[in-house]
Structures are given as structure tokens and as C-alpha cells.
């Protein structure tokens, strides 16, 4: 889970202590910010997790946008301390656990990704304001969640070709979204029996697609203007039609047939004749990288159900 650096919200001035500073003689009294089950999260527990990121708003945020920055990075956090705390008492029902070696060894395979030693991590990890012991129990955390997601979700993601295939497709309709493209187009007029009218519109879809010259096509069904001349459109802008003709067009490559698409009282049927080339490398060669993004979308989706799910037979109170 990652928490926001600066995101615009309503302005958090003094619940947490942080807006204004109290006389001297007062004495700083703790407070319970959340409950979970039975288990309260306290505001000095809150307020030591929030070191990390409290320097990073610090160092990166205008001053202006600091208390903005602060009250919705602490409403982030909290929200991340509640689960994992959720997930904690789940854990403990299933006797999941994380034990000191996996620890040890988590922070030398952290090290090691990095190129550093490990006394180096713990020193970057205390200019964060995290003490060694700080920096172990989040390793800790981590690799207690990471094995519920183990046992209980990851086994709920199964990504296919079509899921991959599509997410690709998705790529490249954002990216059309700023070309313009060369189209030909058949009209078909509805008329009395619009139930003809589409049986013949399917079947020059049909031949099209088949090899049957689309100029052809045009020239002996259509009853647009541009007939005199195969149908051909032109550069056309992506939104040259309206959402419900442009969507459809936005999926299609360059010498594909679209379905027919209904405007007005009319049906109507393009060919792609031309596309700008496109700056996505071919399907084939960032397929594997598809699929983990998928994957990981997926895994996002399945971890926000499967902590509703666990929060739905818990009491929980938040009090921020």
C-alpha cells in the first residue's frame, strides 16, 4: 500500500497536535484514534508511523500545502493501520506467523537488491525516522501480509488472453484518443424494415471481411455522398462522430471492419485505411509485462474484497 505524498482535502488543523503548539504546562494526553475489535490504535502509535512520511511532506511540499498534505496522508495511514491490523487478527486465527529469521533474512535480501549493507539500510531507514526496531517490525508486517495474500487471494486471480488481450487494446485506444485516422464508410438507410436492413448490412460485413473490395461495397450499397468514391472519408478527427460511432473505431487497426453502428436512421460500416504508426512495441513482445500488469490490477481488486471481507465481521471504530 502506498500513501500519497499531497493530495487536496479539507484542512486538518489541531486533532492530532500537530497545527499549534500547546503551553508548556500542558500535559500531552493520549488518545485513541481507532478500534478494531477490541484493540484500540493510539495516536502516539499513529504519530510514530507517520515520521517516514511526515519528512518526505516536509522535504517535497510547499509550505503552503503541508497541513493539507499532513491530514490526508494521517487519514491514509490510519486506514492502512486499521487493516493491518485486521488482517493481524485473522492471521492469529489461521496461527499465520512471521518468524525472527524471516525477518533477518528479508532485510539481507533488501540489502542485497539495493547493493548495500545492511547497516546502511538501517541508517537510511533511521534518517526516515525509523529506529532498527521500527524498520524490523514494518518488514514484519510485510511479510504477514504478503502470506495471507498467499493463502488467501492470490489463488483468486487468474489472468487470461482475453484479459491481456484487452488491457493491450486499452493501451491503444488512449493512445488514438490523440490521432487522427483515415476512414471509408457504407450507409445503409433503416427504413420501414430495419430487420432487412441490418440482415444486409451483416452481410457486407461479412464479405468484407472475407476480401470483397470495400470501394466496391461502397459504390454499389451505400447511400452516403462520399459513394461516388468508394466510401472514402478522408482524415478523420477520433472524436469526428460522437462517443457512440468514435468508441468502436478507437479499437479497430489499420484494415479492420467494424460492426454495424447504428446513427440516426441510418446503419453505417467503416474500414480503417489508415493509422499513424503506433509507439507501443507489437503484443508479442511485451506480453509477459501485460500480463503482470493485469495480474497485479487484479490483485489490487482482490485484496480490496478480501479485506472488506474481513472487516465485515469486525467492529471497527474510527475516530480520526
Not at 494526553?29 to 478500534?35: D, G, I, T
Amino acid at each position: 500500500m502506498r500513501l500519497r505524498a499531497a493530495i487536496p482535502a479539507a484542512i486538518f488543523a489541531v486533532a492530532l497536535g500537530f497545527a499549534a503548539v500547546a503551553p508548556a504546562r500542558a500535559a500531552i494526553v493520549e488518545r485513541v484514534v481507532a478500534v478494531v475489535g477490541e484493540q484500540p490504535i493510539l495516536l502516539t502509535e499513529l504519530r510514530q508511523r507517520a515520521r517516514p512520511f511526515l519528512i518526505k511532506i516536509y522535504h517535497q511540499v510547499p509550505a503552503i500545502q503541508q497541513k493539507v498534505a499532513e491530514a490526508e496522508m494521517y487519514k491514509e495511514l490510519l486506514q492502512k493501520l486499521v487493516d493491518e491490523r485486521v488482517v493481524a487478527m485473522a492471521a492469529d486465527k489461521l496461527n499465520v506467523t512471521v518468524a525472527t529469521k524471516e525477518v533477518d533474512d528479508a532485510i539481507k535480501l533488501k540489502a542485497a537488491d539495493l547493493k548495500v549493507p545492511v547497516a546502511d539500510l538501517l541508517s537510511e531507514a533511521a534518517k526516515q525516522g525509523l529506529s532498527e526496531a521500527d524498520y524490523r517490525e514494518e518488514v514484519r508486517r510485510e511479510l504477514l501480509f504478503g502470506k495471507m495474500l498467499e493463502t488467501r487471494v492470490r489463488s483468486r486471480v487468474r489472468v487470461t488472453e482475453d484479459d491481456a488481450r484487452d488491457y493491450f487494446k486499452k493501451l491503444q485506444v488512449t493512445e488514438r484518443k490523440g490521432q487522427n485516422y483515415r476512414a471509408s464508410m457504407i450507409a445503409l438507410p433503416l427504413g420501414d424494415d430495419s430487420k432487412a436492413a441490418r440482415a444486409l448490412a451483416d452481410k457486407i460485413v461479412k464479405q468484407a471481411r472475407s476480401g470483397t473490395d470495400f470501394i466496391s461495397l461502397a459504390k454499389t450499397h451505400s447511400v452516403d455522398a462520399t459513394r461516388a468514391i468508394g466510401g472514402d472519408l478522408g482524415y478523420k478527427l477520433p472524436t469526428a462522430f460522437g462517443k457512440s460511432i468514435d468508441d468502436p473505431l478507437l479499437r479497430l487497426d489499420k484494415g479492420e471492419i467494424s460492426e454495424p453502428l447504428l446513427s440516426g436512421d441510418r446503419l453505417l460500416i467503416f474500414k480503417i485505411t489508415d493509422r499513424p504508426a503506433s509507439q507501443l512495441p507489437p503484443y508479442a513482445e511485451v506480453k509477459d509485462i501485460v500480463y503482470a500488469r493485469v495480474r497485479d490490477e487484479m490483485l489490487q481488486k482482490q485484496i480490496k474484497v478480501w479485506l472488506d471481507e474481513l472487516k465485515s465481521g469486525v467492529y471497527i471504530d474510527i475516530r480520526l
